[in-house]
C-alpha cells in the first residue's frame, strides 16, 4: 500500500477516519492525501454578494487541513513518520473523491461516517455510498463512534458468487499480513439445510485458496434478515474490522439503495470499520 486518500470535511466523524488512515500508513509506509473539496453555490441574479477569490478560498481551507494535520501527529508517537499531502479543489465531493483517487492512483480511501444521535445506529451517508459504488479502489468507511484495535480480527461478509480477478483481495491480505490479523470468512443462508452449489462450492474453495496465507475459518449463519446476521456474527466474533464485496444482493447494495437506506442501518454492535472491496 503506497498511498491513502482521506477526505475530510472538517466534522469530527472525518477527524476519527484520519486517525485510523495515519494508523494504517505507519505500518504500510504508505503516504497520506488528507483531501478536501468545497462547491460555491451561485447566488441569485440580484443578490448582492462579496466575492472570494476562489485561490484564496483554496488557501484557506489549505491553511486548515495543515492545522488539523499537524494536531493529530503532535498526538503520535515521534518516532512514527508518515507523509501527509494536501489538496484542496472545488468542486462536488464524490465526483473530486473519485477523480483524485484515480488521478494520484489511491490504494486505499479512508472516509468517515456520521452516527445517528451519536448513540446506537450508523448509516452510510449518500457521498460516502456513492464512493462506495464508483470507487476502482477499496475504501474503508469509519464510524464516528469507531475506536482503532489493530484489526486483530476480520469479519468478511461473503455470497460465494464467482470472483473473476482474485487480484480484488490483495489490500485485504495487505491489511491481514501487516496486522497479524485472522480472517473469520461468513455467508448468510436462509435455510442451511441447503447445500451450497457447485459455484458457490467452488468458490468457497476459491476463497480459502487465496486467504491461505493468513489464518481463516469459514462460517455459515441462517437468518431472514441479512443485516441482523452480520450484526451478530460481528459482535460473537468481536471483529475490530467489516470487510466485504459490495455486490448485488448484500448489504451493502442494499445500503446504497436509496429507497431502503431510509429504514436501513447497522445496530449497535457495528462500530467497527468497513472495509469495501472493489471488483
Known amino acids: 500500500m503506497k498511498l491513502i486518500l482521506v477526505p475530510t470535511d472538517f466534522s469530527e466523524c472525518s477527524l476519527v477516519a484520519l486517525r485510523f488512515a495515519l494508523q494504517i500508513a505507519e505500518v504500510t509506509n504508505a503516504k497520506v492525501i488528507l483531501f478536501h473539496s468545497f462547491h460555491i453555490p451561485i447566488p441569485p441574479p440580484d443578490a448582492v454578494v462579496n466575492i472570494i477569490p476562489l485561490q484564496v478560498l483554496i488557501e484557506e481551507n489549505r491553511v486548515q487541513l495543515e492545522k488539523i494535520a499537524s494536531r493529530e501527529l503532535k498526538k503520535r508517537d515521534a518516532s512514527a513518520k508518515v507523509v501527509i499531502e494536501y489538496i484542496v479543489i472545488s468542486g462536488f465531493a464524490t465526483d473530486e473523491i473519485i477523480t483524485a483517487a484515480k488521478k494520484h492512483r489511491a490504494d486505499l480511501i479512508v472516509m468517515g461516517t456520521h452516527g445517528s444521535s451519536g448513540i446506537k445506529k450508523i448509516v452510510v451517508g449518500s457521498n460516502t455510498a456513492n464512493v462506495i459504488s ?146
Not at 443485516?227 to 455486490?247: E, M
Not at 444482493?249 to 431502503?260: I, Q, R, Y
Open 134 to 279: 464508483k470507487a476502482n479502489c477499496p475504501v474503508l468507511v469509519v464510524p464516528e463512534k469507531a475506536k482503532f484495535s489493530n484489526f486483530k480480527r476480520i469479519a468478511f461478509a461473503v455470497d460465494l458468487h464467482e470472483i473473476k480477478d482474485n487480484k480484488v483481495f490483495n489490500p485485504l491480505l495487505e491489511l491481514a499480513a501487516v496486522f497479524n490479523s485472522e480472517i473469520k470468512l461468513f455467508c448468510v443462508k436462509k435455510d442451511l439445510q441447503q447445500p451450497l452449489t457447485i459455484d458457490q462450492a467452488i468458490e468457497k474453495l476459491n476463497l480459502e485458496n487465496v486467504l491461505k496465507q493468513v489464518p481463516n475459518t469459514f462460517h455459515l449463519a441462517k437468518d431472514e434478515n441479512v443485516v441482523h446476521a452480520i450484526d451478530v456474527f460481528v459482535k460473537d466474533s468481536a471483529a475490530d474490522l467489516l470487510a466485504t464485496l459490495p455486490q448485488k444482493h448484500t448489504f451493502v447494495e442494499l445500503m446504497l439503495n436509496k429507497s431502503v437506506t431510509r429504514d436501513l442501518a447497522f445496530h449497535v454492535h457495528i462500530h467497527i470499520p468497513l472495509l469495501c472491496l472493489p471488483e
